[in-house]
């Protein structure tokens, strides 16, 4: 992270509260600035995919009401969950909350330091990873005992009385981990003293020089309640999606190409998920997570961010972005100041 970053002031684009609206029965995001819009941009595909009736129309219409409704007031909302967690929230295991390296795998670990040489080369960092699809990459990040703790502590929340956000629009069950505390003393850590180093050798071309914010999140996929995640990209230049457990089968994440490529032109790699150990990916890299057959996995998501190169294009609109206020991180936005002299971060 780029020195002062938590000292910033960071923003949303404005198409925070119109564009990427999931609609889950459909499998489809769409873009809501007034219903007019709506109804003739999507019209037709909706019931093509089963809207057929005015009825089911008009659900979507209070559906997508809500969500906007939601989207517009998340900052206040999340700042005042936050408050209130702490408030009435005791954890189970209140040492997780602190990045401790023996939390962290010894290959992990060894990776970094390479990263960290005088001499290093991406060449000879990618011959400690696995390369599991293009540019998508594997990598042990924590030990067993520490993920079985913090899972521990996430069902000791889930199960507690504390107001609770949900992560995304695609996600109705997980956790965002600012709210719950652990961002200044893991989260930021974690990245800073860590991921950086890596992502700065391997996405130099998306930002991974200049990453300044991130987003946090666990998400839980439950044969009761979200078995698995459609085809998307994230809000991020570069995305770690770390598997903490339980016990699960199946499930299983695949990627096709970049977002500007259609899917009917696109081949998908299979990936498979492993307890402890982390994908690193691009985050304009289209993904999606196949169905879990048993059991209940827990995923640690960070989005990191480079306010940098989204200065410059919404990943989220491919626009120049509108700045709107926006609480700690928001979406990593950020307005030239002169007071603010920034690292360069060339794009290779």
């Known amino acids: 992270m780029t020195d002062g970053a938590s000292h910033r002031h960071f923003y949303l684009c404005r198409c925070f509260s119109t564009d990427n609206i999931f609609l889950e029965e459909y499998h489809t995001h769409v873009r809501f600035v007034t219903q007019q819009q709506f109804t003739l941009d999507y019209r037709a595909l909706l019931s093509r995919l089963g809207c057929v009736t005015e009825q089911q129309f008009e659900d979507v219409l209070n559906k997508i009401s809500q969500e906007v409704d939601r989207r517009r007031h998340l900052g206040v909302m999340s700042a005042e969950r936050a408050i209130a967690i ?189 307890v402890t150990e982390g994908l690193l990916h691009r985050g304009q890299h289209m993904h999606g997570a196949l169905p879990i057959s048993s059991g209940q996995r827990w995923n640690l998501i960070i989005w990191m961010r480079a306010s940098q190169v989204r200065n410059n294009l919404c990943p989220m609109c491919n626009k120049r972005p509108t700045l709107v206020e926006g609480e700690g991180f928001a979406d990593g936005f950020t307005k030239p100041s002169s007071a603010q002299p920034s690292t360069p971060c060339v794009l290779t």
């Open 86 to 274: 702490k408030d009435m929230y005791q954890p189970f295991h209140p040492h997780v909350y602190h990045l401790q390296e023996s939390y962290l795998s010894p290959k992990f670990k060894q990776i970094v330091e390479y990263c960290e040489n005088r001499n290093t080369s991406e060449e000879g960092l990618l011959d400690l990873l696995e390369e599991e699809a293009v540019r998508v990459y594997r990598l042990p990040v924590f030990e067993k005992s520490f993920c079985d703790e913090l899972v521990e502590e996430l069902e000791h929340f889930e199960k507690s009385s504390a107001p609770k956000g949900r992560p995304t629009t695609m996600n109705h069950y997980g956790i965002l981990l600012d709210e719950l505390g652990f961002d200044e003393d893991f989260i930021t850590p974690l990245c800073e003293r860590y991921l950086y180093p890596l992502t700065s050798l391997l996405y130099p071309d998306c930002g991974g020089r200049c990453l300044d914010s991130h987003k946090a999140f666990v998400v839980k996929y439950d044969m009761n309640e979200d078995l698995d995640l459609s085809y998307h990209y994230d809000n991020s230049e570069v995305t770690l999606n770390v598997s903490l457990g339980k016990d699960f089968t199946e499930g299983n994440l695949y990627f096709g190409d970049m977002k500007q490529v259609p899917l009917n032109e696109t081949e998908c790699s299979e990936v498979e998920h492993r």
